[in-house]
């Protein structure tokens, strides 16, 4: 097997895995649905985008931010321009939680309502 042949073998290898991924894991690969809310991100347990999160869920889905190693610094999630979303309290300290079902398609960005445009995310409800 030449060079070109063992890189490309290796290659498909490398996505067949990633896409049979089972959907747990730090970084990326967890649950439809799921952002850490850390110290100044948002980031996306799916797909491990971060600042802004991104994440695409279909219509009916629940959405959850969890606060982790957050320590005393406080932050929120907060609804940016339209379609709208109810934002969270100000919450302080890890493992806070905030969950909303989003029932209708559309693009919600939200940020931050301590930090701003240091902390962004965006979920595409389809």
Same mark, same amino acid.
């Given at each position: 097997?030449?060079?070109?042949?063992?890189?490309?073998?290796?290659?498909?290898?490398?996505?067949?895995?990633?896409?049979?991924?089972?959907?747990?894991?730090?970084?990326?690969?967890?649950?439809?649905?799921?952002?850490?809310?850390?110290?100044?991100?948002?980031?996306?347990?799916?797909?491990?985008?971060?600042?802004? /999160?991104?994440?695409? *869920?279909?219509? $009916?889905?629940?959405? &959850?931010?969890?606060? #982790?190693? @957050?320590?005393?610094?406080?932050?929120?999630?907060?609804?940016?321009?339209?379609?709208?979303? /109810?934002?969270?309290? *100000?919450?302080? $300290?890890?493992?806070? &939680?905030?969950?909303? #079902?989003? @029932?209708?398609?559309?693009?919600?960005?939200?940020?931050?309502?301590?930090?701003?445009?240091?902390?962004?995310?965006? *979920?595409?409800?389809?």
């Amino acid at each position: 097997m030449n060079f070109l042949t063992g890189w490309l073998l290796a290659a498909a290898a490398t996505v067949a895995l990633a896409c049979s991924s089972d959907n747990t894991g730090p970084g990326g690969g967890g649950a439809v649905g799921t952002v850490t809310v850390g110290n100044i991100f948002f980031q996306s347990g799916h797909n491990g985008t971060k600042n802004p /999160a991104i994440d695409t *869920i279909p219509v $009916g889905t629940a959405v &959850t931010w969890t606060w #982790t190693n @957050t320590g005393s610094t406080s932050h929120s999630v907060e609804s940016e321009d339209a379609p709208s979303f /109810a934002s969270s309290q *100000i919450l302080t $300290g890890s493992g806070k &939680t905030y969950s909303l #079902t989003f @029932t209708s398609p559309g693009t919600y960005k939200y940020d931050c309502a301590v930090h701003g445009e240091a902390m962004t995310g965006t *979920i595409v409800v389809q």
